[in-house]
């Protein structure tokens, strides 16, 4: 009988180990998913509703107002490529024209600052060594309208822009400014959505803009 009590204790025994460890190996398997705060960020509504706006390649055409490098004013033609930056986070605008004034390239960088609830830009471009990080755009109904301030020749230079006349096929683009004074209209960039056609041709083209907040 001590026999069959003895074996009967190692049986259990063995059982108990075995269940030990089938525990022990779904273990992994039943950890909880990461942190939320680990997990990657999603793109905001308000980026969603500009590159939805936005994106797309355009053929541009430029109508400058007379200004001490054109007193008679001026056009210019050229094209833009508008295009959602890393991890949807961004709308990016690559430009380049020729006009009256000469060659042009530019390249800005959108993104949503939830801090100022505006859009925030970096605009690079051909005509200044430094690139502008001022001012903020915001949706003014069915218009997108950007404000700030840059230096141009040591002065401090007002500025509003307007992207307006938005449809299927394009937009506005209305530039004012002033240098201590009221706002003057500067210049206008009719953009044009490019055809499936053009729109390969474009892609093989730099792209480029004038100044864009």
Known sequence: MKLLRLLLLMCLSVSLLAVAQEKTAKKPADKKPADASMQMPKPSPEIQKLAKTLAGNYSTTETHDPNPMMPKGGTGKGQARFTVGPGGHYVVESYNSKSDMGSFTGHGVFWWDPKVSAYRVVWCDSMSPTCDTEGTMKWEGDKLVASGEYEMGGKKVA???????????????????????????????????????????????????????
Do not use: C, W
């Open 159 to 213: 500025y509003r822009e307007t992207i307006g006349n938005l449809t299927p096929n394009g937009f506005t683009f209305d530039m004012e400014s002033a240098m201590g004074g009221s706002m003057q209209h500067v210049m206008k960039i009719d953009y044009t959505r490019a055809t499936s056609a053009s729109a390969g041709k474009t892609n093989t083209e730099k792209p480029a803009a004038q100044k864009q907040q």
